[in-house]
C-alpha cells in the first residue's frame, strides 16, 4: 500500500510538497506521490495543509486530524494573558486529580512538537498518596548522601526538621515522563510535552510544579525510585511534574527579567 493516496479533489497547488520538512513528496501525473527511498516522519503537514482534504497519509490519516476552521483563534491580549497566567503551584487541596483529569493532561502533553517529530516519551501517572509519601522519603535520603546536597539543604532541612513536603509539596498525583536510555531527544521532547501539559491544566482548574528534586534522583542509573514506580530497566525518567488543585489564587501576572534581545539587519 502506498504511503500517500490522493483523491479527485486534488488541484496540484504543491502546498503539501512546499511544507513536507523531509521531502518525501513530489508532484505526480494525478498530483503528489512519495518520492522512492525516503523516509516520513508523521508530521501530518501534507494532511494537514491541505485545502481541498484531497491527500490522505497512512502515518498521518486524515481521519484522525481535526478540522481548525471550527476554533477560535486567541487575539493577542488573550495569548499573552493565557501564557503568563501559568504559575508554578506549591500548595495544593488535599483532594485527588481523577484519572479522567489526568488523562486529559498526557493526551495534551503527547501532542507537544518534538524533535523531528520523534516523540518517544511515555508517561507514569501516580494516584497513590501513600506511594508519593515513600517516594518523597527516599528522595530525601538520596539528597542526603548526594554530593548536590549543599544545593538543595534548604529542602532536606524542610523536610526532617520541619515536616514539609519539600519535595512533592503535597500534591496528590504525580505524572512521570520516561524514554528510552538510548534515546538522544529525551530531554528535550519531554521539556516540550511537559509544559503543554502545564500550560492546559489550568483550562481544567488544576495546578502544576515541575518536580525536579525528584526528577534528578530518579533519573540516577539504578535509583531505587525507578524500582518504586516499576520503570523498567530500559526506560529512564526524563521530567515529572506534580498536578492537584491549586489551594490558593494568584491576583496578579508577574513581570520577568527586562527583555535582552539583539537584532540582526
Not at 32 to 51: D, L
Not at 210 to 225: Q, R, V, Y
Amino acid at each position: 500500500m502506498s504511503l500517500i493516496t490522493v483523491n479527485e479533489r486534488c488541484i496540484k497547488c504543491g502546498l503539501c510538497i512546499k511544507e513536507c520538512p523531509v521531502d518525501v513528496l513530489q508532484m505526480g501525473e494525478k498530483g503528489p506521490e512519495e518520492v522512492a527511498s525516503t523516509n516520513c516522519n508523521a508530521c501530518g503537514h501534507c494532511v494537514a495543509i491541505c485545502p481541498n482534504s484531497a491527500i490522505d497519509n497512512e502515518k498521518a490519516p486524515l481521519a484522525l486530524q481535526v478540522d481548525a476552521n471550527n476554533f477560535p483563534k486567541l487575539n493577542p491580549h488573550q495569548a499573552e494573558h493565557f501564557l503568563r497566567s501559568r504559575r508554578s503551584i506549591r500548595n495544593y487541596h488535599d483532594k485527588p486529580v481523577s484519572r479522567e483529569m489526568l488523562s486529559k493532561l498526557v493526551n495534551i502533553a503527547r501532542l507537544a512538537p518534538t524533535v523531528s517529530n520523534s516523540q518517544g516519551i511515555s508517561y507514569v501517572i501516580v494516584e497513590n498518596k501513600q506511594l508519593l509519601e515513600k517516594a518523597a522519603e527516599i528522595t530525601i535520603q538520596m539528597a542526603e548522601k548526594s554530593p548536590v546536597r549543599h544545593l538543595i539543604e534548604v529542602a532536606i532541612i524542610g523536610y526532617r526538621e520541619k515536616g514539609l513536603d519539600s519535595v512533592f509539596r503535597g500534591a496528590p498525583n504525580l505524572i512521570i515522563a520516561i524514554a528510552d536510555k538510548n534515546f538522544p531527544y529525551a530531554k528535550n521532547n519531554a521539556i516540550s510535552c511537559l509544559t503543554y501539559l502545564e500550560l492546559f491544566a489550568p483550562s481544567l482548574g488544576l495546578g502544576t510544579c515541575w518536580a525536579g528534586i525528584f526528577e534528578h534522583f530518579a533519573a540516577i542509573e539504578n535509583s531505587p525510585l525507578s524500582d518504586l514506580f516499576n520503570i523498567s530497566e530500559e526506560k529512564t525518567v526524563v521530567g515529572a511534574v506534580m498536578v492537584g488543585y491549586p489551594k490558593y489564587k494568584y491576583m496578579r501576572l508577574v513581570d520577568r527579567n527586562s527583555l535582552d534581545a539583539t537584532y540582526i539587519i
